[in-house]
Nanobody
C-alpha cells in the first residue's frame, strides 16, 4: 500500500512559478512510475507529466512542455513538479499518481487508468 500526499499549491499571478511536491509512504516507491494529473472544474482529469521509476525518461502533455518539469528523489520518496510561466488555464487541482509494472509500454504513462495510487490533490490557481 502506498499513500501519496501533495503539497505546494497556491495562488500565483500569470507568468509566475510554483513547486509541487508529492511525498510517498511505502518501501516500493523507487519501483513505481509517478505522474501528475490535473482537473479543472467541470473537466476531466488530464495528464500533465510522468517519470519512470528511475527518473530517466519523462513524458509531458503538449500544453505544459517547456514550462513544467517533473523530477523525483527516490531517497526521499518524493516526486516534484516545477511549474513555470504559469497561465490562467493551468488553474486546477493537481494530483500525484503512482503505479508499477509499466514495462516498456510508454503509452501507459499518460493514461490515468494505468495508475493505482492517487493523492488527495493540491489546488493551483493562476490569476490573470
Amino acid at each position: 500500500q502506498v499513500q501519496l500526499v501533495e503539497s505546494g499549491g497556491g495562488l500565483v499571478q500569470a507568468g509566475g512559478s510554483l513547486s509541487l511536491s508529492c511525498a510517498a509512504s511505502g518501501r516500493s516507491f523507487s519501483r513505481y512510475a509517478m505522474a501528475w494529473f490535473r482537473q479543472a472544474p467541470g473537466r476531466e482529469r488530464d495528464f500533465v507529466a510522468a517519470t519512470t521509476w528511475s527518473g530517466g525518461p519523462k513524458y509531458y502533455a503538449d500544453s505544459v512542455k517547456g514550462r513544467f518539469t517533473i523530477s523525483r528523489d527516490n531517497a526521499k520518496n518524493t516526486v516534484y513538479l516545477q511549474l513555470n510561466s504559469l497561465k490562467p488555464e493551468d488553474t486546477a487541482v493537481y494530483y500525484c499518481a503512482g503505479a508499477g509494472g509499466f514495462g516498456g509500454d510508454s503509452s501507459r504513462y499518460s493514461s490515468k487508468g494505468s495508475y493505482v495510487y492517487w493523492g488527495q490533490g493540491t489546488q493551483v490557481t493562476v490569476s490573470s
